[in-house]
């Protein structure tokens, strides 16, 4: 059988079916895989091919690259890359996906980018979202400050969306009094792929900041399934709510901030009450103590005392409880005398460290008045009663306060520095 190269056009005639797309090398040898004009791989077993055909040989050589002129009637935008798949492509040279990030690699991947705004770009790493610790937000937060005072109308900056909501909650805190607007964005599906979300929620995001007055920490993300518009969520209580759906990101017991209508370019602001641009303010950036040790302790049946026990040496904890803000705190039969000591082991932490109370359900707020045990907890030194924080959120606030205000946690916690403590929860928020 004919030799070929990653990238090579070929046509496979398989099983009465003629399929043609670009060939990629498999290590499993039974198998040819093939990259279809939709962006999806498949893979066909060698025995049931009849052939393979050359269409086309992969050319080596880079596309041209447009040289990328400024225009002084637009806003300037700089994009700060950490990885995902937000700006990669195929290289069919190795087979594997790269990065794209000089601004005219992006204007060649997304050409509609030239007309929004004009684009600086550069790398700032390139890692899975699951790795990041609190010395990349203290790293963004830099490199977003420099973009700021150099005059950038707005900063995006691209991630993995793992752990995307724990950024945008960090740079909330780290970054006050923002002059303009810091979009953190991402992308549920490779760039390969025909049902790629990137290019959208990258230009999106671009058309934001363009069109629109705002400053501070937002999300830009797809609202639906299908392609049309992205939504612009507060950037300190957003939270991915599904592992691969492309509108998996939603607005947490708040409102949307806005709409992006990709097809026409208009953007919709969904409620007045916003922080406005200002460049005459000027950014303060508090950054996060990176030897800080914060747990989260979710509640479950069945739970045994030396599962917080564990959290001694920490700096603080997050109790994610059930309903209200529930933990297994209640002796009423033999079979819960184990209750009884988790209820001593919170106590002993809360003595220690900020221990705070936040919901598994996500949607609705802390209610600890409620029920008998809600008011023991409290009694013993759990903090965050009525807090409407996901329990990300208040992760991240318990590791900004002790960074940065180590004194006064028990005070700052409930207090609304942000927009994280919202007074009202409308029925449409769910």
């Known amino acids: 059988m004919e030799q070929f190269s990653n990238g090579d056009e070929v046509e496979i005639i398989s099983e009465g079916k003629t399929l043609t797309g670009k060939y990629i090398e498999n290590p499993d040898r039974e198998f040819v895989s093939l990259k279809l004009s939709s962006g999806y791989n498949i893979g066909i077993e060698r025995k049931k091919t009849k052939s393979i055909k050359l269409l086309k040989k992969h050319s080596a050589e880079k596309h041209a690259k447009e040289a990328v002129k400024e225009n002084k009637e637009l806003k300037t935008i700089t994009i700060l890359h950490t990885g995902g798949t937000i700006s990669s492509a ?5 087979g594997a996906v790269t990065p794209h990030f000089t601004p005219e690699e992006l204007i060649a991947m997304f ?44 900063v995006i900056i691209t991630q993995g969306t ?31 792929r025909g049902s790629s979300d990137a290019a959208m ?3 999106s995001a671009c058309l934001f900041i363009a069109k629109t007055d705002f400053a501070g920490v937002a999300v830009c993300m797809h609202k639906g399934m299908d392609d049309t518009v992205c939504s612009i969520l507060p950037g300190v209580n957003a939270r991915k709510m599904h592992s691969s759906r492309r509108d998996a990101f939603k607005a947490v017991n708040m409102e949307e901030i806005a709409e992006v209508d990709y ?8 409620h007045g009450d916003y922080k406005q641009a200002d460049k005459s303010l000027k950014l303060k950036v508090s950054l996060m103590d990176e030897k800080l040790k914060i747990g989260i302790a979710v509640s479950h049946p069945n739970m045994f005392a030396k599962e917080l026990e564990a959290y001694e040496g920490f700096d603080g904890l997050v109790l ?15 079979h819960t005398k184990e209750h009884k000591k988790i209820l001593a082991a919170i106590e002993k932490l809360a003595k ?23 008011r023991v907890l409290q009694e013993k030194g759990v903090l965050g009663n009525l807090s409407p924080m996901a329990p990300e ?7 900004w306060l002790l960074s940065n205000h180590p004194k006064d946690v028990k005070k700052l916690f409930m207090e609304n520095l942000r927009g994280e403590i919202v007074k009202r929860i409308g029925a449409q928020e769910f």
């Open 263 to 270: 097809n026409t370019g208009s953007v919709k602001m969904l």
């Open 393 to 399: 959120t208040a992760f991240i606030k318990i590791a």
């Open 320 to 334: 994610e409880g059930t309903g209200l803000g529930h933990f297994p705190i209640s002796e009423i039969d033999e």
């Open 201 to 203: 929620n990258l230009i």
């Open 111 to 154: 050409p509609e980018m030239k007309s929004v705004a004009n684009i600086r770009s550069r790398l700032m790493g390139n890692m899975a979202s699951d790795d990041m610790r609190f010395a990349h937000y203290n790293l963004m937060a830099k490199e977003a400050e420099k973009e700021v005072k150099a005059g950038s109308s707005g």
């Open 90 to 94: 195929v290289d069919y040279a190795t």
């Open 352 to 374: 220690k460290m900020p221990v705070v109370m936040a919901l598994q359900t996500i949607y609705g707020r802390v209610d600890m008045n409620v029920y008998s045990p809600g």
């Open 162 to 192: 793992d752990t995307l909501h724990y950024t945008s909650a960090a740079l909330s805190f780290m970054l006050e009094n923002l002059p303009v607007p810091v979009l953190v964005v991402g992308a549920q599906r490779s760039s390969d």
